[in-house]
């Protein structure tokens, strides 16, 4: 057994109001830099719905993720090392801008500098990519909410995987229709195929805490793992030529802080905590032959932080007191593994996903409420989830590889926890035969609902201070001193924006805000080093190269 | 050997030049490497496009690579090796401008699809540095040059000449530090002029995306899948044994020997 620990997350999606405001305060964070203006580490998706980047889940087409070989091998979907290698001149699965999205801003300088006249004056949108007018067809979410589902419905992968499961047409008639919203972050896997593509080896697990990050300095831009994560969350940086993905903000994490998605949660539903796992079956586990036993198997791998045998071997391979502890708290090891209402997405790409979704109840609630039932009675949702076949075939799909069982069981859970507490709230004598009914005694299911209901700060985020007294180089802190006096000066390097040493984030972050509040001025193009984005722009003025820069009309009057 | 007349001109470029020209190639390159790892990528361009590129790139590398075999062949293994075992001139000629004339036409195009693809391509012309530019500007001038030796000297009616005889022993005097200025001295004008070509694209190569290529990941075929590292770099379980530095072999059994 080799204990190890990662930092894991559970969302409950019941909760999601789909607002965006984890994708915004992610994207201010970390993907407010040129060559990432189409980048979200954290994007929301409307469920049913295409995704970002579209289609992403139909793995026949962009080969993400493993395969299971008939000897019993995992292998990488998209083939073996050598075949990986004669394809790196040209990747032959990569999405392009197209399948994200092309960015664009507005020429907004119009609406104030356009002369007195008979028509209104235009913004019009212009590509963040090539500075040129631009026809916007598509976002990060374009799939729109119910009555999108009509239209676009039919292109969602998971859509067509339920409908050649149950071979009739699934019908998005408006009174069938049902949505959710899925916001989704890099898995941090425990198996990640994105590692595993990766020719020069610079994507790497971190051993404290199982982060996944791309080391920028060792990454040669070969792209090779973009086509490998089959959830298409590396994104390739088009001015720096180098991979990025979602850090889990570990500087926040590192010093006790949720990260930036989950602390600005609108829905208060993102949960942080550890997971301890066993590192020496994580490739058996996912080299399972049956995917609808992945789920069963991940979750085996999961350690239970109370035995006193994982507890000493995870003190021999020196995981800190206070880690072990955290371990005992952690909300994510409840969701997932003591009451296992959270599923992991995608179990199938067999990449052992550490991000964990309560899958939502609510399309179930919502058809019995429209449809005038008691959608808060346990005898009706219990029935209801046994009916409504095509919902509960959905999330099948989406998080236990098609067996609608698990997704049924955990559905019941959140099924007698709302109408056990429903009961109580109403003053009645609370009824035993609910919990019983989902296999739970009536404290479990209390406890169940003062995590996922009452969901305090401190019981959702339980996360260990990283160890600075063995840490001698911290990603970036470790050496932020070096940069104090090139404060200002990082801009110029014999081959341009992307190259010499990295400035760290936080310093660029620094000079850029600083900048902004110490001048009355627009950014000049050279504090914002050559990016036009709406996001690093404040509405003074127009940074040069906003604007094409032959914009002045001939014989036009001053 | 050719007797020829040695002039100044001809130790400046040939004696002097080449010295300079490696000087600044592994001095840049150790310097890039050191100073600019961030920078050291091939800055793939198919995230704007990837038809054209699917054709262009295969083409035109796997045409390169198989160039520089041929210059590795042809500069270092000498005559009378080739001779030794029985290899008549005619039968290496004949072999060297037919492989080598398909390789070069190969790349040339692949190279001129992916120009012509950098040019039309929106963005990836406004992604397109200057450095790139003048990069391609030698990259092309070297190939095209080394397309015209192999054309000269399949048109050439007495094939008198011979490159093995004249820019090859050359090639491999610097590496002796004594360069053979006047077998080179001998060589037709276009065999200088691809080598003058030539030795200025390595010039450059330390402060172009060329650096790309020094970096091929053959590594890939022999690491674990799964990397782990520390975040303080140092191997974080002293109780597992095979610790490489971030090399640790767990997770997949993949590459595991069974
Ligand atoms: C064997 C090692 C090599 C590998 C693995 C390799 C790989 C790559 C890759 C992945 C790209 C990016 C293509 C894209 O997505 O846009 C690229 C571009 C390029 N490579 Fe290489 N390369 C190698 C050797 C070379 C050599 C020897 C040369 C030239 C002498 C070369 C010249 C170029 C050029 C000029 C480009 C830019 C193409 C463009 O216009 O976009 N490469 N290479
Ligand atoms: S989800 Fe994250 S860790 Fe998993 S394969 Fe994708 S990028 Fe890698
Ligand atoms: S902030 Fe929370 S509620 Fe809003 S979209 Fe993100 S996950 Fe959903």
């Known amino acids: 057994m080799r204990v190890m620990a990662q930092m894991g997350m559970v969302m409950n999606l019941d909760k999601c109001i789909g607002c965006h405001t984890c994708s915004v305060t992610c994207k201010q964070a970390w993907t407010n830099r040129a060559g990432t203006e189409y980048v979200w580490f954290n994007n929301v998706e409307t469920r049913p719905g295409q995704g970002y980047p579209r289609r992403y889940e139909d793995q026949e087409t962009w080969k993400g993720g493993w395969t299971r070989t008939k000897s019993g091998r995992l292998k990488l979907k998209a083939g073996g090392r050598v075949k990986k290698l004669f394809g790196i001149f040209t990747s032959p699965v990569q999405p392009e801008l197209k399948d994200y999205y092309e960015p664009w801003t507005y020429d907004y300088k119009t609406l104030i500098d356009a002369p007195a006249g008979d028509d209104f004056p235009v913004a019009r949108p212009k590509s963040l990519i090539t500075g040129k007018d631009t026809d916007i067809t598509w976002s990060a979410n374009w799939d729109d909410n119910l009555g999108g589902v009509h239209e676009l419905g039919h292109l969602d992968p998971i859509v067509e995987a339920v409908r050649r499961e149950s071979n009739e047409k699934i019908k998005f008639e408006f009174e069938k229709t049902f949505m959710f919203y899925l916001p989704r972050i890099c898995e941090h896997c425990l198996n990640p195929s994105c590692m595993a593509s990766c020719p020069s080896g610079a994507i790497y697990k971190r051993v404290e805490d199982g982060i996944v990050l791309v080391d920028q300095d060792k990454c040669r831009g070969w792209r090779q793992c973009i086509t490998g994560c089959p959830y298409k969350k590396i994104y390739f940086n088009h001015k720096t030529g180098k991979a990025e993905k979602c850090t889990m903000c570990y500087p926040r994490l590192e010093i006790g802080l949720p990260t930036v998605c989950s602390e600005t949660c609108v829905g208060r539903l993102r949960y942080l905590g550890l997971f301890l796992y066993d590192a020496d079956l994580v490739g058996a586990a996912a080299a399972t032959e049956n995917e609808q036993d992945l789920y069963e198997k991940q979750l085996e791998l999961i350690l239970d932080p109370n035995d006193p045998m994982v507890i000493a071997e995870a003190r021999k391979q020196g995981i800190p007191e206070d880690w072990l502890d955290a371990a005992k708290r952690s909300p994510v090891y409840a969701l997932a593994k003591i009451y296992k209402v959270a599923l992991p997405l995608h179990p199938e790409y067999r990449t052992m996903p550490m991000v964990w979704y309560v899958p939502p109840l609510s399309p179930v609630v919502d058809l019995l409420r429209d449809q005038g039932h008691d959608a808060e009675g346990a005898g009706t949702l219990f029935g209801a989830i046994e009916e409504l076949r095509i919902p509960v075939e959905y999330l099948a799909e989406l998080f236990t590889a098609g067996d609608t069982s698990k997704i049924t069981e955990v559905l019941r859970k959140l099924a007698a926890m709302r109408s056990y507490m429903r009961g109580i709230a109403l003053g009645q004598e609370p009824d035993a035969s609910i919990p019983a009914a989902v296999g739970m005694s009536e404290e479990e299911l209390y406890e169940m609902y003062r995590l996922m209901a009452i969901a305090k700060y401190e019981d959702r985020y339980v996360i260990p201070q990283a160890h600075r007294e063995q840490a001698h180089d911290l990603e970036e802190m470790g050496c932020s001193l070096d940069f104090d006096d090139e404060v200002g000066m990082y801009e110029n390097s014999p081959f341009g924006e992307a190259s010499g040493t990295p400035t760290p984030v936080a310093i660029e972050t620094f000079n850029a805000l600083r900048d902004r509040q110490t001048s009355g001025e627009a950014p000049s193009a050279d504090s914002l080093r050559g990016r036009v984005n709406l996001l690093n722009w404040d509405g003074t003025g127009a940074p040069e190269g906003l604007f094409p820069t032959k914009h002045q009309h001939q014989g036009e009057p001053k | ?258």
């Open chain 2, 1 to 258: 050997m050719p007797a020829e007349t040695v002039g100044t001109w001809d130790v400046i470029v040939w004696g002097v030049f080449p010295y300079f020209m490696l000087a600044i190639l592994v001095g840049g390159l150790i310097w890039r490497h050191k100073y600019d790892q961030f920078g050291w990528t091939t800055r793939s361009s198919q995230l704007y496009e990837s038809r054209l590129l699917r054709i262009a790139s295969p083409l035109f590398h796997f045409g390169i690579l198989a160039v520089i075999v041929g210059h590795v062949v042809g500069l270092i293994i000498p005559k009378a090796w080739t001779d030794a075992v029985g290899v008549s001139q005619n039968f290496y000629h004949f072999n060297a401008l037919l492989v080598g004339g398909i390789a070069g036409i190969g790349t040339l195009g692949g190279a001129a699809l992916l120009i012509y693809r950098r040019r039309t391509t929106g963005p990836v012309f406004a992604a397109t540095t200057k450095n790139d530019k003048m990069m391609y500007v030698v990259l092309v001038g070297a190939i095209v040059f080394g397309l015209a030796t192999t054309v000269i000297s399949v048109f050439e009616a007495d094939h008198t000449h011979n490159y093995r005889e004249t820019v090859s022993p050359w090639f491999r005097s610097v590496f002796l530090l004594q360069p053979d200025i006047a077998s080179i001295a001998a060589a037709p004008l276009t065999f200088k002029i691809h080598t003058l070509v030539g030795m200025a694209l390595f010039v450059i190569w330390p402060f172009t995306r060329l650096v790309h290529a020094l970096t091929a990941p053959i590594h890939y075929l022999f690491r674990p899948y799964i990397v782990y590292r520390g975040r303080d770099k140092q191997p974080a379980s002293p109780t597992s044994a095979t610790q490489r530095r971030g090399w640790s072999d767990v997770g997949t059994s993949d590459n595991a020997k069974d």
